[in-house]
């Protein structure tokens, strides 16, 4: 039996018709967005309908899906005025002029918010720290049992303007002696990220415990209780940083009141990706990138995962030479290792764009960048100078000692690009604004 079911795929009628949007006729799209705000005010106003009104809106919402499915747009037309006629006065007190401009508007969001990340702008969220302090990825850090949260004021204060969130994961008491049996990862609204932990109690009934916490934080940073055992596929699911996913895992017996993780999580820079701008100009030497890892071999995914989103710096353009020259420094990891400091060079030179001189430059938290050591594997190997082939970009973090980038697993092809990172739109505090 599976863990986790698609709420979506179980409640839509009918597939939405096949094509390229802006190959659909207008009575089309129009159809298609009155279905999705009809959706969206089901769902919203689910628990206020009476159950064979609801029952009436979801039957015509069927017919109208499978009529918009085979293009029959004569059924479609006939069906509108009846769908709209059924949702206005499936909510008991509401105004018919009320209920009308609730879909409209929704309908008006939709295609405005599909319209703006199809083809313009997309959202992204910073998980990791291998482009700090330029920007910055999710932290965490435990909080035990003796150490109190703020208050509620402060914490909502904290949310809005750091993005920093607290969380305290406790099996209920009143669950008895439970066994976990899996982790999961969803989205929320596409923004927010939760984790959910499946147990399994005496009776077979599936008990979750869910926390607004990625899941890769809570397993490396948050988890005080019993780690449960899972494979090493499993595991790299749990901390790859993908947006859904589930995951078995084998823990013990575990009674009710035990503390699983309690902590507070600074959430990652979220930055909009501009999608147009490759498409007019050539990509920028120093500017911040977004890319997709498809097809780069080195790269190791999770199984049943093709790709992810990264986001580095462009260091090198294709046909650039690059050098990273050892300077005689060291700095350090995370881990607490000595690493060599290397100065940047580009075709000979020094690197001058404002990015990387920043990070050259060793101050304000920058810590320069690192030369490889051991060599085996890396597509940049010591101090040896290195050309890119036509295609070719240089991704690198500005968090040098701890990213993972082209100087072990090689070029981005250009086929990948998405756009050049714009503005970080959340949280305020401290990157709010342009990126650089």
């Not at 628990?47 to 979801?58: A, F, G, I, T, Y």
């Not at 669950?175 to 969803?186: L, N």
């Not at 979750?208 to 899941?215: F, I, K």
């Not at 996913?245 to 959430?267: C, H, K």
Request: hydrophobic letters at 40%; one cysteine or more; a positive charge.
């Amino acid at each position: 039996m599976s863990l986790e079911t698609d709420s979506a795929a179980a409640t839509s009628p009918a597939s939405r018709p096949p094509g390229l949007p802006f190959l659909k006729p207008g009575w089309m799209k129009k159809a298609i967005n009155l279905s999705k705000g009809v959706s969206k005010f089901v769902q919203y106003n689910r628990d206020l309908m009476p159950p064979e009104k609801l029952q009436r809106v979801q039957a015509l919402h069927t017919r109208y899906e499978l009529a918009l499915r085979y293009r029959n747009r004569d059924e479609t037309d006939a069906l509108e005025k009846e769908l709209i006629a059924s949702c206005e006065g499936a909510v008991p007190n509401y105004k018919t002029s009320a209920v009308k401009e609730h879909i409209e508007v929704i309908v008006v969001a939709i295609v405005v918010a599909l319209g703006i990340r199809a083809y313009f702008l997309q959202p992204f969220k910073i998980p990791t720290a291998s482009m700090q302090p330029t920007l910055n990825g999710i932290t965490a850090q435990v909080m035990p049992d003796a150490e109190s949260f703020p208050n509620p004021v402060l914490r909502g204060l904290e949310y809005v303007t750091r993005g920093r969130n607290y969380v305290e994961m406790r099996v209920p008491q009143d669950w008895g002696t439970v066994r976990m049996v899996a982790i999961r990862q969803r989205s929320l609204l596409h923004f927010f990220t939760v984790t959910d932990l499946v147990f399994m109690d005496a009776t077979r009934r599936e008990r979750v415990l869910t926390g607004y916490v990625p899941a890769r934080q809570l397993w490396e940073n948050l988890w005080i209780g019993p780690l449960p055992a899972a494979s090493d596929n499993e595991k790299r699911v749990i901390v790859s940083g993908v947006e859904k996913f589930s995951v078995g895992v084998q823990g013990g017996p575990v009674e009710g009141g035990t503390l699983i993780a309690r902590g507070r999580i600074d959430t990652g820079d979220q930055v909009l990706v501009n999608k147009m701008a490759y498409h007019f100009r050539r990509p920028d030497r120093g500017e911040v990138f977004v890319f997709s890892t498809a097809g780069i071999k080195a790269i190791s995914t999770p199984e049943g995962v093709d790709s992810q989103h990264y986001i580095k710096r462009l260091t090198a353009l294709p046909g650039d030479r690059l050098q990273l020259k050892p300077t005689g420094e060291q700095t350090t990891n995370a881990s607490g290792n000595y690493l060599p400091v290397a100065a940047l060079k580009i075709n000979g030179e020094r690197a001058s764009e404002l990015g990387m001189s920043k990070v050259m430059g060793r101050e304000n938290g920058y810590k320069g960048y690192t030369s490889m050591t051991g060599g085996w594997g890396h597509f940049i190997k010591g101090d040896e100078e290195i050309k890119l082939d036509a295609g070719e970009y240089m991704a690198m973090g500005d968090n040098s000692p701890d990213s993972s980038d082209s100087r072990y697993w090689g070029p981005v092809p250009e086929r990948n690009l998405v756009g050049p990172a714009l503005f970080v739109y959340w949280p305020f505090l401290p990157h709010f604004g342009l990126i650089r």
